[in-house]
């Protein structure tokens, strides 16, 4: 790609960061083309803009901004260990936190659990445990105050040899509707290569404490529409890269949504490349009319062009999503008022990795309510990562000691 439109692209990414407007009007000319004639003394007052006739870009930009207000900024406070069996255990691998649900007095929560270390890809696929998120089970446990645990089991296992599940199964997500419960989940088969595509499962069940019905086959798959080069093991290498899903499909949430079922996923493509200092990672989501599926992916996909872990919930008729780690929009809160057209709301950092969200949480009170505490998961070190708490504020005032 030259660098003018290298250019061009980082100059729309930084004006859609600043110029979401609600009013379409604002929207169609873009940055640089504000109708003076609607902007009045306040707006000028308001930004501190010196002389309305020398706007720079940057006051151009501010001038374009939608009134959203403060309530989409939160900041986050560092990881806290959870007590109990959560806490880290050298040896196991607990991380990608399901969200959790509160029934029967207690807290649900779902997650990856695998034993050992990584050895990676050098040596034999076959015997080896080429990531942490390789050869694990599901697993649940439950805590009265979300910070001492007691894992109850395993919940879902690893499909028998020749399943499509039967490598691992991993990074969890509950759905709870009508009285039932909804696992679902990536999957892998064996062997798990650099090349092996994923695709995600579902597992449903009258209690949270199971038992659960496995899908018999995967109710989403990559797009098949790439093309490796050669034979060689290397992700990289692609005569065509196809759909931002072709190698996998990841971090799967079912949202019961306008009377359908909103399936989130993160896609990862065929020959991946490092763009904006990041992976190339998008969100799509595919929508069924019952929860079982089957589930359709949109027209719309991909629907962010930045994230990574799915971390959705619903907010005054939409739904909002936190996007973080890769892509130009990252860290960013965006909100879709149909679930599939996002836009920014707020810019925030440190955000944590694969949140486990608190369902519990009254989600009207405040758009980012549901943010107030919840799960996540941290690297202890390359080999053993387990499940830890976090915990956001809302940035109100500002002010000097004793102002
Ligand atoms: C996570 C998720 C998926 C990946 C791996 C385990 O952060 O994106 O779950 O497969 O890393």
């Not at 798990?192 to 038992?211: C, F, H, M, T």
């Not at 949430?253 to 909103?262: A, Q, R, S, T, V």
């Not at 679930?339 to 608190?358: C, D, R, T, Y």
Request: hydrophobic share 35%; glycine share 10%; with cysteine.
């Amino acid at each position: 790609m030259n660098c003018w439109i290298k250019s061009m692209i980082m100059l729309l990414v930084l004006a859609s960061l600043g110029c979401q407007s609600k009013d379409p009007d604002r929207d169609q000319g873009g940055m640089g083309s504000i109708d003076m004639a609607e902007v009045g003394d306040v707006d000028l007052d308001r930004l501190g803009i010196t002389n309305a006739e020398y706007l720079s870009a940057a006051s151009k930009r501010a001038l374009a901004w939608p009134d959203i207000g403060n309530e989409w900024f939160l900041e986050f406070g560092k990881l806290e260990p959870l007590q109990g069996d959560l806490a880290y255990e050298e040896g196991v691998v607990r991380r990608d936190p399901s969200a959790f649900i509160f029934e029967n007095g207690k807290y649900y929560v779902w997650y990856s659990k695998s034993t050992g270390p990584t050895q990676g890809f050098a040596g034999d696929i076959e015997r080896d445990k080429v990531f942490p998120w390789d050869r694990c089970d599901i697993w649940y446990a439950t805590s009265e105050d979300g910070w001492t645990w007691q894992e109850q089991g395993m919940a879902v296992p690893r499909g028998k040899e020749g399943a499509y599940d039967d490598r691992s199964v991993f990074t969890v997500e509950i759905m709870q509707h009508e009285g039932k419960y909804y696992l679902c989940y990536q999957t892998v088969k064996s062997p798990y290569n650099v090349r092996v595509k994923n695709q995600i499962g579902l597992a449903w069940s009258d209690s949270p404490e199971g038992p659960w019905t496995k899908s018999v086959d995967p109710i989403l798959s990559p797009a098949d529409n790439g093309v490796w080069k050669g034979e060689e093991q290397n992700r990289f290498m692609v005569e065509k890269k196809g759909d931002f899903d072709s190698h996998k499909v990841h971090d799967p949430c079912i949202l019961p949504y306008k009377g359908k079922f909103y399936l989130y996923y993160k896609g990862e493509q065929m020959g991946e490349e490092i763009t904006f200092g990041g992976r190339q990672i998008r969100h799509g989501v595919a929508i069924a009319d019952e929860p079982l599926g089957p589930y359709v992916k949109s027209p719309y996909n991909p629907i962010s062009n930045s994230g990574h872990e799915i971390c959705v919930w619903p907010y005054q008729g939409g739904i909002a999503s936190l996007i973080t780690t890769d892509g130009p929009e990252k860290n960013t809160i965006q909100w879709a008022p149909d679930g599939i057209n996002f836009e920014i709301m707020s810019v925030i950092k440190n955000a944590p990795h694969a949140i486990g969200l608190n369902r519990s949480a009254d989600i009207e009170k405040e758009p980012t309510q549901i943010l107030r505490w919840g799960l996540s998961h941290i690297y202890n070190n390359a080999d053993y990562q387990s499940i830890m708490r976090f915990s956001s504020r809302r940035i109100i005032r500002h002010t000097a000691k004793g102002e």
